[in-house]
């Protein structure tokens, strides 16, 4: 352990984001590098417990006080190292995962937790920035060639795994850019796109195979997948959204939250879109339904594009500002969550149920809600109506898209619509596994690469009868 | 009472080499234990307690049905206030407050004793529903009773799978009036004790209002002596005690273990003979004067004239030796003040107080650990280094006023004890002098620095580290 009371002599320190007025007027990424000396200082932080409980939280189990450790001693290739040993994308975790890990610190108890995401970003930037991440493709080859469905967090790190292990992957996009999620959900002053471009150039070095713009199940048939490949890996995610069938749902300026951030980062990226498909927010009363990350992220995107007001609605009720008894330490707790996003401008307004949406000339200009109680009963008297010219519904996801390969390989299902595998993650059809959020459900990035970690083990041991992957 | 402590558990001190190497599963050593008490018929004498990493009902009636009659809790009282197993104990650096002296860190200690009590009672609710399932009433019926566990095969995989647990589970028979737990319990005769007859004299004289002087033999299965006198002093006059010398025994003979423990402030007892281990141990004030035998012509500075162990967790008094000590001499001393004329390894271990003067050889391990406190060694042949250690001591040279504390002592030991080898170096002490090194804690010599600028006060006496 580096500093035994480092936790003593330090506070944690904030992350430092640039001022609203200006990085709304851009889609660059919204904060500051941290200084070198900073992120040791704050390492020094991490008490080393016997039973650290940030690898409790962390679903891919990160050695944190081992390179909070290494970090704070300024041996930053060692930080790494054990930082790679666990996670396959660090880069992105480091910016975007909202670190259950420092949830369950025990700093978190009676004091402020570790800077543990930004000690992270920090350590893999310095990496990058220094020039010692190399590619390292495997040694030995084992002959094996296994198809990865998907090109998100969940199949990159499921790639990553299997070709660190000497197997040929070869990785299938529908998309005509890999990345997933993190490329078309994931706005650009979240994630700046050069970031997933610089980790994919790494993969293609190391001799992973990246097959845009095809569709597995379409463009590339399920029983070629079969013969060609001696496991397949399904990682395509759950991107369905969910549907608010109600009275004017069929106006137009209505639209799925996800659908907006893909043209939204289409859009960033020097995409030209066609007229009639535009879907921009300048001048225009944005409403964003749906509480959550990709609520959040709308309103973060109509900001940029000079929306002239946005109002956030969520249905249930507003969620407590600290950590409450119904979410002791070290469970990750539900508590309100202020955005960079939020804290650039906006209402947000909860226990709000929307009743009907109310248009003129086929274009959605009202909507007609009311509030709920705690029983999310109405409120009588509580109707009211909200402008707007825009509406996005970002109501969650059901699940994955089945026609295509699942409905093409007869892949049993979960009464979800999840994927259904077996704790090996393998599913109905011999030797095709599933990994993800099209196995689990909508979830974290942290998680996405937990199963894609979790399924690489298990093929590479199907494949081979042993392995030499870590379990997570 | 047998302690069949499993290598399981652990304090967060422990090292990880010992969490995870060392010790056995307290499984094996209580079935081992309770069969092989029941083998020679003695197992109705004893309580068997076992601990390590208990924590549930299950365990309890396991530990039970192995033989155990008390269960120890260690961990899992301490998580039940607040304990997030930082293993930091060892630090004083514990961000939870449990296991620190510092201001700060103290603050953030949550805990209640009602947890315990809460956590404890779930423990005893669940063995009870464990007991009520296989249809036992107490406790007691349960002890032993390896007929009510069986082996999960189905959980056993790999080079577990082949492990025979029959002679865990074995039940001997039991012969005539034995049982499968505790029923009969021992008659320490207490009543007996020496202590009793100085009691009744002290009595007798404090009635009068006058101190005693009363000259009694001893002999090694006298034991603990002075520990219920000193009892019986400290209820009455409390801490305090009476004045030095109020009571004053000379014995003479070989007493047994822990003479003179706890001994009261006002009581002196002079021995004339030899003793056993644990001399003076936690000793609270009063006086321990020995030497040998008057008849005898042994030199006192060759020759070992108290067991091991002395003055262990010494709190104040004074001690006056006339020969050599043996091993682990005033470990965790915190106010004594002692004179001795040798002793073994590890002496003035922990000590974080007081004064020891040691006027011949020591042992190796001198001063380990010691955070408190002055060692003065007279070491004419200057090796007394070899045998320190130094990790929180260092060796000084001794000031004016170290010479005056140490003639002072001197003049004691020589006076209590009549010791030659004393006398001699007493009376030369122009010359012997400047053989005699200062041990000093180096944290304890920071503080009395500071304190020295603040205010000149007189070292080592009253500080309790």
């Known amino acids: ?472 | 009472m047998i302690l069949i402590s499993g290598g399981d558990g652990g304090t967060g001190a422990s090292p990880w080499s010992s969490i995870r190497n060392a010790g056995m599963p307290w499984e094996l050593g209580i079935s081992e234990t309770h069969q092989t008490l029941i083998l020679n018929n003695l197992r109705s004498r004893v309580r068997l307690q076992t601990d390590g990493q208990l924590r549930t009902g299950r365990d309890v009636a396991i530990a039970a049905i192995l033989g155990a009659d008390e269960y120890g809790f260690g961990t899992a009282i301490l998580v039940s206030i607040g304990c997030v197993m930082l293993r930091h104990c060892n630090l004083n650096n514990c961000s939870v407050g449990v296991a620190t002296q510092d201001e700060q860190l103290r603050k953030r200690y949550t805990g209640l004793p009602e947890y315990i009590m809460n956590y404890l009672k779930f423990v005893a609710m669940e063995t009870r529903e464990i007991m009520a399932s296989i249809g036992v009433r107490s406790i007691n019926e349960l002890i032993g009773r390896t007929e009510f566990l069986d082996v999960n095969r189905d959980m056993l995989n790999g080079k577990t799978k082949d492990i025979d647990f029959s002679r865990i589970l074995y039940k001997p028979e039991i012969k005539g009036q034995d049982a499968l737990f505790q029923t009969s319990f021992q008659d320490h005769g207490i009543g007996q004790v020496l202590d009793n007859e100085l009691i009744r004299r002290v009595k007798k004289a404090l009635k009068k209002s006058e101190g005693v002087h009363e000259d009694l033999t001893i002999r090694n299965s006298d034991r603990a002596v002075g520990a219920m006198l000193s009892g019986y002093v400290c209820r009455i006059y409390g801490e305090t005690g009476l004045p030095d010398d109020t009571i004053y025994f000379r014995f003479k003979g070989t007493a047994g273990q822990s003479f003179g423990a706890w001994l009261a402030k006002g009581i002196t007892f002079e021995l004339e003979g030899l003793a056993n281990d644990y001399v003076g141990k936690g000793i609270s004030g009063g006086k321990i004067i020995i030497y040998p035998d008057k008849r005898s012509n042994y030199k006192t500075e060759e020759n070992i004239i108290i067991g091991n162990t002395n003055f262990y967790g010494a709190i104040s008094g004074e001690a006056y030796i006339a020969g050599i000590a043996g091993e682990r001499f005033c470990i965790r001393n915190s106010g004594l003040n002692a004179v001795v004329e040798g002793v073994g390894d590890h002496a003035c271990e922990y000590m974080t107080g007081g004064r020891v003067i040691v006027l011949g050889k020591t042992g190796r391990n001198f001063g380990a650990g010691m955070s408190g406190g002055v060692a003065y060694v007279y070491d004419p042949e200057g090796s007394f280094s070899d045998y320190c250690n130094l990790d929180m001591i260092e060796i000084i040279e001794i000031s004016d006023d170290d010479i005056k504390a140490i003639k002072k002592m001197l003049y004691n030991h020589v006076k209590f004890t009549g010791s030659l080898y004393a006398k001699d170096i007493f009376d030369r002490i122009g010359q012997t002098a400047g053989s005699f090194v200062k041990v000093m804690p180096l944290e304890y010599k920071k503080l009395i620095e500071a304190s020295k600028s603040a205010q000149k006060m007189d070292i080592t006496e009253d500080y309790d580290g």
């Not at chain 1, 979410?327 to 969550?337: G, H, S, V």
């Open chain 1, 1 to 472: 352990m580096g500093d035994q009371s480092g936790f003593l002599k330090t506070g944690r320190k904030k992350t430092f984001y640039r001022p609203v007025c200006e990085r709304i007027l851009d889609n660059k990424e919204i904060s500051f590098p941290r200084d070198t000396d900073i992120s040791e200082e704050q390492a020094s932080r991490c008490m080393d417990c016997g039973t650290p409980f940030c690898h409790w939280g962390c679903p891919i189990g990160n050695y944190i006080p081992e390179w909070n450790d290494a970090l704070y001693q300024k041996q930053w290739t060692r930080a790494v190292d054990l930082l790679h040993a666990c996670n396959n994308l660090p880069e992105m975790t480091g910016r975007l995962c909202p670190a259950p890990c420092e949830y369950s610190c025990v700093l978190e108890i009676n004091d402020d937790p570790v800077t543990i995401r930004e000690n992270e970003l920090d350590i893999i930037e310095h990496a990058f920035e220094t020039g010692y991440i190399k590619p390292a493709p495997p040694l030995k080859r084992t002959g094996k060639n296994i198809a990865i469905i998907g090109s998100g967090p969940a199949g990159l790190s499921c790639a990553d795994q299997l070709n660190r292990a000497g197997h040929t992957v070869k990785i299938y996009e529908k998309d005509d850019k890999a990345g997933g999620m993190l490329r078309y959900g994931i706005p650009d002053f979240k994630l700046e796109k050069r970031l997933i471009d610089r980790r994919l150039d790494l993969y293609i070095k190391e001799g992973i195979e990246l097959v845009t713009g095809v569709t597995a199940g379409i463009d590339v048939k399920a029983e070629d997948l079969l013969d060609g490949f001696d496991a397949v890996c399904l990682a395509g995610g759950a991107r369905e959204p969910w549907d608010l069938m109600i009275e004017g749902r069929e106006l137009n300026g209505i639209y799925f939250a996800m659908d907006y951030l893909v043209q939204s980062n289409r859009r960033t990226a020097g995409e030209k879109i066609r007229s009639e498909e535009l879907i921009d927010a300048k001048g225009k009363r944005v409403v964003v339904i749906g509480g959550g990350d990709t609520g959040s992220d709308c309103v973060g995107t109509a900001h940029r594009q000079g929306a002239s007001c946005i109002v956030q609605i969520e249905l249930l009720p507003k969620p407590h500002e600290k950590r409450n008894e119904n979410y002791p330490w070290p469970l990750y707790p539900m508590i309100l969550k202020t955005t960079t996003s939020h804290e650039e401008g906006g209402e947000r307004e909860w226990s709000v149920s929307t009743r009907k949406f109310i248009g003129r000339e086929g274009h959605v200009r009202q909507l007609s809600c009311v509030r709920l109680d705690e029983s999310f009963r109405e409120i009588s008297g509580s109707a009211f109506t909200i402008d707007a010219d825009i509406v996005f519904l970002a109501l969650g996801f059901l699940g994955p898209d089945h026609n295509g390969i699942i409905e093409d390989l007869l892949i049993s299902c979960d009464e979800r619509g999840n994927v259904l595998t077996g704790s090996d993650f393998m599913t109905s059809s011999k030797k095709v596994f599933c990994a993800g959020d099209m196995r689990r459900g909508q979830s974290l990035i942290v998680w996405a690469i937990s199963e894609g970690r979790k399924a690489a083990y298990f093929i590479d041991l199907f494949l081979m009868g042993r392995t030499n992957l870590p379990f997570i």
